[in-house]
């Protein structure tokens, strides 16, 4: 059984950093692509960042210079390393591998 885990959420002001964790387990991890995404209130999920197997990265335009998603194969786990967080990026933040397993979801807020 695939299981997502989410960490590393919280309040942070403007400006401020957060790096959140995503632990995977029931898959051969070193062999997935895995995905951050992020829904606000009232608007639709969309990818923020994606990581292959072989550590090529995509980001939306909206975090570009500013997030990094990384991954450790050894400890099944992919981060999302955020800075200069503005409040347009509060949202929940979910960890996805292909095909359609994801996580719970952290929330994050940007609030001065």
């Known amino acids: 059984q695939v299981q997502l885990v989410e960490s590393g959420g919280g309040l942070v002001q403007p400006g401020g950093s957060l790096r959140l964790s995503c632990v995977a387990s029931?898959?051969?991890?070193?062999?997935?692509?895995m995905l951050w995404y992020r829904q606000a209130p009232g608007k639709q999920r969309e990818l923020v960042a994606a990581?292959?197997?072989?550590?090529?990265?995509n980001y939306a335009d909206s975090v570009k210079g500013r997030f990094t998603i990384s991954r450790d194969n050894a400890r099944n786990t992919v981060y999302l390393q955020m800075n200069s967080l503005k409040t347009e990026d509060t949202a929940v933040y979910y960890c996805?591998?292909?095909?359609?397993?994801w996580g719970q979801g952290t929330q994050v807020t940007v609030s001065s």
């Open positions: 990581i292959t197997s072989g550590g090529t990265t």
């Open positions: 996805k591998t292909p095909p359609s397993n």
């Open positions: 029931g898959i051969i991890f070193r062999i997935k692509s």
